[in-house]
Nanobody, 121 residues
Framework: QVHLVESGGGLVQAGGSLRLSCAAS????????MAWYRQAPGKQRELVAD???????YYADSVKGRFTISRDNAKNTVYLQMNSLKLEDTAVYYC???????????????WGRGTQVTVSS
């Protein structure tokens, strides 16, 4: 069994900052990519940022220069530092991890349940 649990969401004023965390636990052998997605009301889920096991990153254009993704491989945890938050950043933020379980053969994608981020004016 593998679980991903996000934390750190909440209500923040425009221009403020939040730091999201996502910890993966369970029978994990290895994790390759970890990523953050978000889904605003009435919109499709979209990729926000991705980080490989060796630290290479990708950011959506809408968050470049404001968000920073990082990870602690020893803790199987990925972070998302969000600065200069805008109203349009309001969404449920989900993390995922592409991982292989102990005794497993293939990598599978696992998702957390999400954490709400609300940016107010």
């Amino acid at each position: 069994q593998v679980h991903l649990v996000e934390s750190g969401g909440g209500l923040v004023q425009a221009g403020g900052s939040l730091r999201l965390s996502c910890a993966a636990s369970g029978s994990i052998f290895s994790i390759s990519d970890m990523a953050w997605y978000r889904q605003a009301p009435g919109k499709q889920r979209e990729l926000v940022a991705d980080i490989t096991s060796d630290g290479r990153t990708y950011y959506a254009d809408s968050v470049k220069g404001r968000f920073t993704i990082s990870r602690d491989n020893a803790k199987n945890t990925v972070y998302l530092q969000m600065n200069s938050l805008k109203l349009e950043d309001t969404a449920v933020y989900y993390c995922n991890a592409n991982l292989i379980q102990i005794g497993g053969v293939y990598y599978d994608l696992y998702w957390g349940r999400g954490t709400q981020v609300t940016v107010s004016s």
